[in-house]
């Protein structure tokens, strides 16, 4: 999921992310991973919000080779230097669910967005 801040301040950020996350189907809602980053302090706030478990990553992880992957992913669609804030919600929700739609090899070739169905499947 993308979405849209006004700010890189904390109340921008939890704010944005409690929306989004609303949004989900409860069985997605478990728990979320969030960078160290400055800018996600306000963690236990979106915590409160939402229900949803935060666990910070550490420095070096198998997260960290994700992110890099989709930072180069999204690269495809916002070159280095490009201004964010022109884009609406919309185009970003377009954006992440091409995203979402392509086979990964990390994967076994299945599309992300083919696993939380399955997640949910093996719950019910």
């Known amino acids: 999921m993308l979405v849209n801040v006004n700010g890189r301040d904390t109340a921008s950020v939890v704010s944005a992310s409690t929306r989004l996350v609303g949004k989900l189907p409860m069985e997605l809602r478990r728990s979320l991973t ?21 666990f910070l990553r550490p420095s070096k992880s198998l997260a960290t080779w994700h992110q890099r992957n989709t930072n180069g992913l999204l690269g495809q ?29 990390t994967l076994g ?13 093996l719950t019910g």
């Open 34 to 54: 969030w960078d160290r980053g400055g800018e996600l302090a306000g963690h236990k706030q979106f915590t409160i919000a939402t229900d949803v478990k935060v």
């Open 77 to 105: 669609y916002f070159p280095k230097g490009t201004e964010l804030s022109i884009h609406c919600q919309v185009e970003l929700t377009r954006i992440a669910l091409r995203l979402n739609q392509r086979p990964r090899k």
């Open 109 to 121: 070739f299945v599309t992300p967005a083919c696993k939380p169905s399955a997640a949910v499947a």
